[in-house]
């Protein structure tokens, strides 16, 4: 960084660094035993919370300089928040990271490709359904023209790194683009009516993993719920919100928000732990706005993932039936962690005649995955995923079930990296309850 990048930063960080939320850490190391990168950097303490921490008091007190090695530190942070629930004091690390990257990448002259790259992905496309849709297809065009069978057999993969090349064989069969375009905006309850509820379908989950998306309403609708999907909801800004970009994740979050609130309904469902984790974060990231701050915390005490709701609608007491296999749960970070929902994923696998649930060894550490750490930071991703590989592989499923589509893409990665695509296969929960309902009553 050259000298007015670091004083541009340094005012920023006295600025806008919640300091008192700073002062909060008692520098215990709690957190160290859970944090991920802590433990694969051979016990660095500049990779762990409690030492991020203190390098973010350290810039605001004028101590050090916000130099390429404090960037890199908070780069190589999952943002999983598994320190959370350990902290006896609760500070809010999730919060303290995102301001911090926020200030960093909003005032470091960043290469222009990288500049271009990000404007990009989170201006360019995230936001924009329609053009999500556009780049979806074209994937669907890859896959189903014989155009990825060609590149396969052509060597041009060779080019790219490992982690690229086996997630290009991992990639969901995309739906169609009148699939996508068609989606239902409400759907009927199938048994008696217990709850009204609006589905967050987001971004990724509505193109590349649309089928989930189905699968949750007709699940929600086996539940007794009728659904509402409002038309003009769109990213989360979770991605955005996570690398720095924080006005662009406040401005989704007010679509978000004027979507939602004409929706008179009980709960706003999720079923991708990163997205809802974030939703949820909605009052904090508007806490500072009058006009909008009240709107978001009505929308964030709404928000309940799709485990929750099945249980609390006593889903997991119906008959569900699948044929004789070990299941393993392997947790979302922030579904755990952000929306602190953990047991009822564990109860409606539990509930499943004919498998066994075994439980995975550390199924709350992180994968890898966290949004596109696996793509900026891929060494460091693959060495956390090899261990969640042999925790996995100590588990003897046959089946590792997740609740968030990038852990899903990681597990999968996973398991083709380790040459067990033949007899492990790793699924949403949502695909697997539905599958297992409709076997047992249909």
Known sequence: MNTKEKERIQQDFKEKMD????????????????????????????????????????????????????????????????????????????????????????????????KAIRNVAFKGLFPHQNRMIGVTNLLGFYQRSGVQQLTRKSGIMKLFPDSLRTMEKVLPEVPKRKEMKNRPRYYKPLQQKK???????????????????????????YAGCEIVVPENQGCCGALHGHSGEKDQAKELAKRNIKAFEKAEVDYIITNAGGCGAFLVDYKHLLKDEEEWKERAENLSLKIKDISKILVELDFHKKPLKLDQQII??????????????????????????????????????????????????????????DYKMEKTKEAKAKTVVTANPGCLLQMKLGIEREGLSEEVEAVHIVDLLLKAYEEANI
């Open 328 to 385: 393993t749960y392997q947790d979302s970070c922030h579904l755990k962690n952000g929306q602190k929902t953990f047991i009822e994923p564990r109860q409606l696998l539990e509930a499943i005649q004919g498998s066994s649930y075994v439980e995975m060894k550390d199924a709350s550490r992180c994968c890898g995955s966290a949004g596109i750490y696996n793509l900026v930071q891929p060494e460091m991703s693959m060495q956390i995923l």
């Open 19 to 114: 300091y008192d939320e700073l002062l909060n850490c008692m520098r215990c190391g709690f957190c160290l035993p859970s944090c991920p990168t802590y433990i694969e950097s051979d016990y660095d303490e500049v990779h762990s919370p409690r030492g991020r921490i203190a390098l973010m008091k350290g810039v605001v007190d004028g101590v050090i300089e916000p130099d390429e090695d404090v960037k890199q530190s908070l780069d190589m942070c999952l943002g999983c928040r598994a320190c959370e629930p350990v902290c006896p004091a609760g500070v809010n690390y999730g919060h303290l990271l995102e301001q911090a990257r926020d200030v960093i990448y909003q005032n470091k002259d960043l290469p222009k490709h990288v």
């Open 195 to 221: 709850k009204k509820v609006a589905f967050f379908s987001g971004c990724l989950m509505d193109t590349m993993f649309l089928s989930t998306n189905n699968a949750t309403a007709k699940l929600l609708q």
